[in-house]
C-alpha cells in the first residue's frame, strides 16, 4: 500500500472517530440537561406522596419519572441506592441520604480504558527514551531509512569548490550529463553506471565530491552512513536498504551516497555463523538485490565512498553493481595549491603570500589536513590580533599540526637544552650534507607535543612517488644524526631522546629488506603482505618466512641502521666546527632558520663520504 492509500485510510478513520464522539458528547449532554440527581431521602419522600410515576431500580442506581415536574422544571430523576435497613435506621434519626448515581456505562467504560491508556503512555514514554538513547528512533521508524535529504539549495556544493582532484571530476562529469538529460545521453545504447565507488585515504574529499555531483546535477541526494544499517534488531538493516531504494526511486532523478561502505560490505565469511545469518550478511544480500534489480535509466544513481576497498566484497565490486572506481588520492604540489585557493577564499590573506610555497611545505597534506591548516593560520593570526594572515602564521600553523602545540611551561635544565641543540644540530647538518634529502627549513629546540624536546622541519623541493635505495639510506642517516651528534660530543654517552628516531629508521630498514628486496642476503622477495594502500604503512607485520630468515632480516636491517650511523658520525666529524656554532646559536635563539645559519645551505658537502 502506497503513502497516498494509506492516508486516505487514516482519513476515513479520523471521520468516523469524530462523528461517534460528536455523538456521544451530544448524548451525555442532552442526558445531563434533563435528569435532576437528588438525595435518596427526597426520592422516599416522593414516593410516599404518590409523585413518582414509574422507577427503575439498577445494581447502584434508581432512575425514575415524575407525575409532577420539580421546582427547575426536569420529571425525570437519579438517585444513589440505598439499603433499604440503613435507609429506615437514618430517617428514624432524621438524617438527608444524599449521593449521585455512578457515571453508568460511560464511567464504566472509562474505569477500563483509562487506566490503559495511562499504562500505554507511560510505555511508550520509556520506550521512546530508550530508544532514543539507543540510536534506534521510534518503535514504527526502526526499519525506515536513516538517510538525510538534501535538495539542490541544501548542497550548495559544485565542482567549483573541489580542488585537487581533476580526474574524479573529470570522471564523474559523466554521470551529471545523464542525469541532467537521460535521453541523449543512450542515444548510442550506452548505459549510465549503476554505482560508482570513491576509493581513497581519509580526508581526499570523497564526500564533497559527492555532494559536488548532487548539487551540479541539481537533484536530490541521500546520505547514509554504512553503519547507520545494522542496528539491534535482526532484519532492520535489510529493511531499511529497501526503504532507501524505494524513496529514492519516488524522488528520482536523485544520488543515494552511502559513506563509510565497508562498514557494511565487507567479504562475507566463508561459512555461515552457527544459528542463522549474520545481520551485517543480511543487510548486504538486500544491497546486492537492490543493485541488481534497480534500473539505472530511472535516475537512481548509487555512489559510496571507502578507504579500505581490499576488505569489500567480491560481489559487490563486480560489473554491473560498482561498475567504475574513481580514485582520490593525496593531492600533489598543484593540487595542493588549487585547494589552498578555494579555503583562502573564507579568510583575509595579506599580500606576498605565496601559495606555492606553502604547498611545499604540505607534502602528504590531504584536502582536510589544508582546510585545517587554513584555519589554524587564521586563528594565529587572529590571536595575535592582526589584520590578515600572514606567511608566519601559515609557518607556525604547520609547525603545529606537524611538531605539536608548544610547551613553553615546560621548562629544561640548561645541560638537557645543550644536549637537544647538539641532537637537532645533528639532524639538520647531516640531511644538509647529503644529496637527495629534503633541505632544512627550520631548528628548534622548543618543547613539542608530548614528548618532542626540538624538532628539525624539512621543506621538500618536490613531490617523490619513488625511492631509490640510497635515498632511503641517506633518509637513516638523518634520523640517526641526532644519535650520532650526541655520542661524539658527549662521548658515547647517549640519551634517551633517539627513541623515536630509531623506531623511524627501524621501519624504513625493515620496509627495504622485508618488502621492498634491498637487501642482498635476503633476495629480491618480499616477506610481507601488502599493505593497506589508504591507511598507512603502520607497525611492521610478523614477516611471513622462517626462523632463520627472520634472523638474517633482523641482522641485514640492523646492518642497514648501523652503517647509516656510522655514515651520520663522520659528516659530523668533518663539520665538527658547524655543529659547535650552530648548537650555540640554538642555545642562544631557540629556534633558527637555514637564512639565519648558512650552514645549512652546504648541500652535498660530504655526499660522497664513506662508511667503513
Not at 453 to 470: H, K, N, V
Request: aromatic letters at 6%.
Amino acid at each position: 500500500m502506497d503513502a497516498d492509500a494509506r492516508k486516505q485510510q487514516w482519513t476515513i478513520w479520523y471521520i468516523i472517530a469524530a462523528f461517534l464522539g460528536v455523538m456521544l458528547i451530544q448524548q451525555l449532554w442532552t442526558s445531563a440537561q434533563q435528569v435532576e440527581t437528588i438525595p435518596y431521602s427526597q426520592f422516599e419522600q416522593l414516593v410516599s406522596d404518590g409523585k413518582v410515576a414509574q422507577v427503575t431500580v439498577g445494581q447502584d442506581t434508581i432512575t425514575g419519572v415524575l407525575k409532577e415536574p420539580l421546582s427547575g422544571g426536569r420529571t425525570q430523576i437519579a438517585t444513589t441506592r440505598v439499603d433499604p435497613t440503613l435507609a429506615e435506621k437514618l430517617a428514624a434519626k432524621g438524617v438527608t441520604v444524599s449521593g449521585a448515581p455512578s457515571g453508568g456505562i460511560l464511567a464504566t467504560i472509562l474505569s477500563w480504558i483509562l487506566p490503559l491508556l495511562i499504562f500505554y503512555l507511560l510505555w511508550a514514554f520509556l520506550f521512546r527514551s530508550m530508544a532514543e538513547r539507543q540510536g534506534l528512533g521510534g518503535l514504527m521508524a526502526i526499519g525506515k531509512s536513516k538517510a538525510k535529504v538534501y535538495v539542490e539549495t541544501d548542497t550548495k556544493v559544485t565542482f567549483a569548490d573541489v580542488a585537487g582532484a581533476d580526474e574524479a571530476k573529470f570522471e564523474l562529469q559523466e554521470i551529471v550529463q545523464f542525469l541532467k538529460n537521460p535521453q541523449s545521453y543512450g542515444r548510442l545504447g550506452a548505459r549510465v553506471p549503476k554505482g560508482i565507488l570513491l576509493v581513497g585515504p581519509p580526508g581526499t574529499g570523497k564526500t564533497l565530491l559527492a555532494r559536488a555531483v548532487a548539487g551540479e546535477a541539481g537533484v536530490a541526494f541521500f546520505s547514509i552512513s554504512g553503519s547507520e544499517f545494522v542496528e539491534l534488531f535482526v532484519g532492520v538493516g535489510a529493511a531499511r536498504v529497501r526503504d532507501l531504494f524505494e524513496q529514492a526511486r519516488k524522488a528520482a532523478p536523485c544520488i543515494i551516497f552511502i559513506d563509510e561502505l565497508d562498514a557494511l560490505g565487507r567479504s562475507r565469511a566463508a561459512a555461515p555463523i552457527a544459528g542463522g545469518y549474520d545481520e551485517k550478511e543480511q543487510t548486504l544480500n538486500q544491497l546486492l538485490a537492490e543493485l541488481d534489480g534497480f534500473d539505472p535509466s530511472s535516475g537512481v544513481i548509487l555512489l559510496a565512498a571507502t578507504n579500505r576497498p581490499e576488505v569489500l566484497d567480491p560481489a559487490l565490486l563486480r560489473p554491473g553493481r560498482f561498475d567504475r572506481q574513481v580514485l582520490l588520492d593525496r593531492p600533489d604540489r598543484k593540487g595542493r595549491i588549487e585547494i589552498l585557493k578555494v579555503h583562502v577564499r573564507k579568510i583575509r590573506l595579506a599580500s606576498g603570500v605565496n601559495l606555492d610555497d606553502i604547498a611545499g611545505l604540505t607534502t602528504g597534506f590531504t584536502g582536510a589536513d589544508l582546510a585545517n591548516l587554513v584555519n589554524e593560520a587564521a586563528i594565529i593570526a587572529t590571536r595575535r590580533k592582526a589584520e590578515d594572515v600572514t606567511v608566519a602564521d601559515f609557518t607556525a600553523a604547520i609547525e603545529r599540526i606537524v611538531a605539536g602545540l608548544e610547551k613553553k611551561s615546560r621548562v629544561l635544565s640548561h645541560e638537557e637544552r645543550r644536549r637537544v641543540a647538539y641532537h637537532e644540530m645533528g639532524h639538520a647538518l647531516v640531511a644538509a650534507s647529503l644529496s637527495g634529502v629534503d633541505p632544512v627549513l627550520k631548528v628548534s629546540i622548543i618543547p613539542r607535543g608530548v614528548g618532542a624536546l626540538g624538532y628539525t622541519i624539512q621543506r621538500p623541493t618536490e613531490d617523490r612517488f619513488l625511492l631509490a635505495e640510497s635515498d632511503l639510506r641517506n633518509r637513516i642517516a638523518v634520523l640517526m644524526g641526532g644519535r650520532a651528534a650526541e655520542s661524539l660530543v658527549f662521548d658515547d654517552d647517549v640519551s634517551t631522546g633517539a627513541a623515536d628516531d630509531l623506531q623511524r629508521a627501524t621501519e624504513i630498514a625493515l620496509e627495504m629488506v622485508t618488502r621492498h628486496g634491498m637487501a642482498d642476503v635476503t633476495g629480491q622477495r618480499t616477506y610481507l603482505p601488502p599493505a593497506q594502500p589508504f591507511l598507512g604503512v603502520g607497525s611492521i607485520d610478523r614477516p611471513n618466512a622462517s626462523e632463520q630468515t627472520i634472523r638474517e632480516i633482523d641482522v641485514t636491517s640492523r646492518e642497514i641502521i648501523d652503517l647509516a650511523f656510522r655514515k651520520a658520525c663522520d659528516i659530523l666529524a668533518l663539520r665538527m666546527a658547524d655543529l659547535e656554532a650552530g648548537a650555540a646559536l640554538l642555545l642562544q635563539k631557540e629556534t633558527i632558520t637555514a637564512d639565519e645559519f648558512p650552514a645549512l645551505h652546504q648541500v652535498g658537502k660530504a655526499a660522497s663520504i664513506k662508511a667503513a
